[in-house]
């Protein structure tokens, strides 16, 4: 067990600065070393990890001695070949950010990969960890006495601009319901505990990105749509997203129902878009609604301001990365977001991007051995 866990970071774009943030703050962890290729990024980085050093290659990175485990929050379309690149050389324990790929073509080597990888691999999805959402997830089964419907809704802000635009691009990112949702389609497993077995969709790019030009090409992603999934137990799930909706009171509102009653998570957005002349930003809540007796009770849930302030995901990526120091720590045994947890979600939004595209339902190939127990 390592006195101090020292990571290595792929990428230190906005993502990977917000997962800095966040190591500074778990006692007995450091960044030791980081590879980021864009120079502005890398110098922004240097703020929020100063002793590391900084290396010009995942190869280089890989040859640093002092290091336990790797972040890698690189762009979407770069997941695949680093993991096999470090698989290759030094399989050390991997925390991987979403998307964990973006194109069908690389579930043979993802296949590869986890067949092979010695170490414990997590995958980044920061939306469990949220307060408000792993109260709901705790209280879901209880509350409403066996879910049969799920809604989760997020309206806001356009798609942020990153290094070279490639969160502009299907072919980079996945598309929106894969780089943005899959979120969304791993708490819908998580929260059913089923398998999902049909994906219907319907979406445009109707407000944003519509005017920008890169080498002549304008974007092509999605910025709003719905999505209906059916899981195997019967139960069915909705994704209702809209990315021009910043003057929300609340980003995301997760509600689960059943026979029993009803459940709510409201998260607010980041607190740095919150118009200050509004007073205090909003405080998350969890709304408990019974059907017998009546009676809605309304509990804020806030997250203490220096986590809340180290990030844009409602405290969420601290309380990640403290279960993935665990693992590195060897006091957990497993990770808590699995490979598979990864891939199902990215099928879900491939299946989503597809559906909206053909307008026709996209039927889902059940695992042969589920993470998940309908």
Known sequence: MPAKVRYGVIGCGMMGQEHLRN?????????????????????????????????D????????????????????????PQMEEIGRKRPLPLLVEKPLFTDPKELAALDAFKASYPA?????????????IAALIEQAEETTGGIKMLTIREHRFPFLDKVGAWNRFNRYSGGTFVEKCCHFFDLMR????????????????????????????????????????DFENGARAML???????????????????PAGKIEALVPGPGRFWPKDLGEAPVP?????????????????????AILDA????????????????????????PEVSLEDGRR?????????????????????TPAVSSVAC
């Open 311 to 334: 990030g844009d995901h409602n405290g969420s990526t601290f309380y990640q990365h403290q279960g993935f120091v665990a693992v590195v720590r060897g006091e957990k045994q497993l």
């Open 190 to 229: 998580l929260i059913m505990k089923c398998e999902p077995v049909r994906v219907m969709a319907s979406a445009g790019q109707d407000a944003n990105h519509k005017e920008e030009r890169y080498d002549g090409e304008q974007p092509d992603i999605l910025d709003n749509g719905y999505v209906i999934v």
């Open 240 to 258: 209702e997203l809209c990315m021009f909706a910043e003057g929300s009171r609340y980003q995301e509102e997760v509600s689960a129902v059943g």
């Open 345 to 365: 979600a990215v099928e879900m939004g491939l299946a989503a991007q597809q559906s909206a595209r053909t307008g026709q339902v996209v039927v889902l190939k």
């Open 57 to 80: 290659s995942v190869d280089a990175l890989l040859d640093i001695e002092a290091l336990d485990c790797i972040l890698i929050a690189s762009p979407n379309h770069c997941h695949i």
């Open 120 to 132: 414990p691999v997590w995958v980044a999805m920061e939306y469990r960890y949220m307060p408000p």
């Open 23 to 55: 190591i500074a703050l778990l006692p007995d962890t450091e960044v030791t070393v980081i590879f980021e290729p864009d120079t502005g990024m890398a110098q922004a980085a240097a703020e929020f990890a100063p002793g590391a050093v900084f290396v």
């Open 285 to 305: 809540q969890l709304i408990v609604s019974p059907r017998h007796p009546k009676g809605p009770r309304q509990i804020d849930i806030p997250v203490d301001p």
